[in-house]
């Protein structure tokens, strides 16, 4: 599995990095870097406020949508309330990681992405209707945004630990 997204993540440098038409500017590059760990803490203030208002609305309406019979969107509700808490406390553990520009943090927010994508194609197909081809469009244009600007500024970030064989932490300086 670890080598099917290193796999992954070394394409999608090449794509996005090496053969991109256009390239961030480098100061831009550093300064989103520099300060990726406020982004994040901003997308956490702003999704903690939101999930808990969302969770207490589904928490009201999932008793009326079952009686009414629309039980399989209130389950779909609460799958996307699982899937944004589960982003959320990931978020949460990346954010320090990020300020540290430890690549760690940064692989956190590309393992995010991955799998909010296939969370939305998942739910967009799910509720298939005429909207369902624009809605996965959609989906794919804010992931390639999204994994465009976190490759653009992936070389800031740095392993700062490896494992030695016989399975200890050491602390390394990385280039």
């Known amino acids: 599995m670890a080598t099917a997204l290193q796999d992954l993540e070394a394409k ?3 794509m996005l990095v090496d053969k ?4 961030l500017p480098d100061n831009w590059r550093k300064w989103i870097a520099t300060y990726a760990w406020v982004f994040a803490l901003i997308g956490l203030v702003f999704g903690v406020i939101g999930f808990f208002s969302l969770l207490a609305l589904l928490g009201v309406v999932s008793v009326f949508g079952v009686v009414v019979g629309a039980g399989g969107y209130v389950f779909m509700a609460w799958v996307s309330m699982l899937f944004m808490a589960a982003y959320l406390v990931v978020l949460g553990i990346a954010i320090p990681k990020l300020k540290k520009m430890d690549k760690s943090g940064w692989d956190l927010l590309f393992y995010s ?3 909010f994508f296939v969370y939305d194609v998942f739910r ?3 509720y298939a209707n005429y909207s369902t081809f624009m809605a996965i469009i959609w989906t794919i244009a804010g992931t ?13 970030f740095k392993s700062t630990s490896s494992i030695k064989p016989n399975g200890s932490s ?3 300086s990385a280039k």
């Open 144 to 156: 390639v945004l999204s994994l465009y600007v976190i490759f653009q500024v992936r070389q800031y």
């Open 170 to 172: 050491v602390k390394k």
């Open 124 to 126: 967009d197909l799910r």
């Open 12 to 14: 999608l440098n090449e």
């Open 113 to 115: 992405i991955l799998a």
């Open 20 to 23: 991109a038409p256009v390239q």
